[in-house]
Each structure stands twice: as structure tokens, then as C-alpha cells.
């Protein structure tokens, strides 16, 4: 099977169903947001050398593939009891995370600048595309029937990404810098 089809070289793709869109319609960003945030977790994950973070980072590339198909296709699709859709669970699950590694850290005092370990700031990166991809959702929201669970998970993600970006400067023993104003 070749991996080009040259159906998109006229500026237009598929969502599941067929219907054919735009490449700039503002589901394909939404999901194309979400495919970047799981690009940058492959990124963070070739550097770690942490196998409990690693295995979570790779359960949730796992679930961005969900995401992105449930945003990929729309609701009137005749595919749409096909795909696996975004679930309360999943979202509960990024909670349990958050409350596990926040159990590790000390309480923020202040706003923190992204950076520190060189994978913390890929983290924070990471975290800022969650950040736009759950925008961009809600803005397909305000014009077509979408999962709202989506929206949720894209909120938690981004509140765990920043959780762990904590985690992995703590455990590599850099510091975090304190947001100071003016």
C-alpha cells in the first residue's frame, strides 16, 4: 500500500465518512494539534529515562489516536459507531495521574516559567499544543456537534503534561524559576 493517494493535493482531505473538508476546516487543526501533541510526547519519550513516566506518556499517545479519531469523524457519519470514542474513564484516569504525581511534588508558591530539564520544557511544549488543540475544540464545538469529552481530556492533559514537566525537573534535581513580574 503506498502511502500517498494524491486525493489531498488539491487542498482538501477526508474526515471519516468521506465528506471531504478542507485542510484549513477547524476539525482538521483541532486533530492536527492533537497529533502534534502526541509527536512531541514521542519526542519527550526518546529522551526519558523514566519507565513509570514513559508508560504513562505512551498510554496517552495511545489515547490521543482516540481523540483524534473522535474529532476526525463527525457525528451524522454512518462510521461513527465504528470508532472507539473519548470516555469519562479516560479522562478520570488523567486525574488519578495528576493526583499521583502532585502527591510528589511540593506546592507551587508562585507561577513558574516552562524550562528547567531539557525534557521538562519539552513537556511544557507539549502542554501549550494541548492547550491550542483543546481551543480549537471548543471552537469546533461552538459550530458542530462534537464528544464534549473531548474537551475535558484536552484539559486534563494539559493540567498532567504540566504536572509531569514538575515531576521530571524535580527528579532530575533542576529547579523550577519562579515567575517574578515586573
Do not use: C
Amino acid at each position: 500500500m503506498k502511502i500517498y493517494t494524491k486525493t489531498g493535493d488539491g487542498g482538501t482531505t477526508a474526515l471519516y465518512g468521506g465528506r471531504r473538508v478542507s485542510k484549513s476546516d477547524l476539525r482538521v487543526r483541532a486533530y492536527g494539534s492533537v497529533d502534534e501533541v502526541s509527536a512531541l510526547l514521542g519526542l519527550v519519550r526518546s529522551h526519558l529515562q523514566d519507565a513509570a513516566i514513559d508508560r504513562d506518556l505512551g498510554r496517552i499517545q495511545d489515547d490521543l489516536f482516540v481523540v483524534g479519531a473522535d474529532l476526525a469523524t463527525p457525528f451524522e457519519s454512518r462510521f461513527r459507531e465504528k470508532i472507539d470514542p473519548v470516555r469519562t474513564e479516560q479522562v478520570d484516569t488523567l486525574e488519578k495521574m495528576i493526583d499521583g504525581y502532585d502527591a510528589e511534588l511540593e506546592p507551587l508558591q508562585s507561577f513558574i516559567l516552562p524550562g528547567g530539564h531539557p525534557v521538562a520544557a519539552w513537556l511544557h511544549y507539549a502542554r501549550a499544543v494541548a492547550r491550542r488543540a483543546e481551543r480549537e475544540v471548543v471552537e469546533v464545538a461552538a459550530g458542530d456537534q462534537i464528544n464534549t469529552e473531548v474537551i475535558g481530556y484536552l484539559n486534563r492533559l494539559s493540567d498532567l503534561l504540566f504536572m509531569i514537566a514538575r515531576v521530571v525537573n524535580r527528579r532530575m534535581g533542576v529547579g523550577e524559576t519562579p515567575w517574578r513580574g515586573r
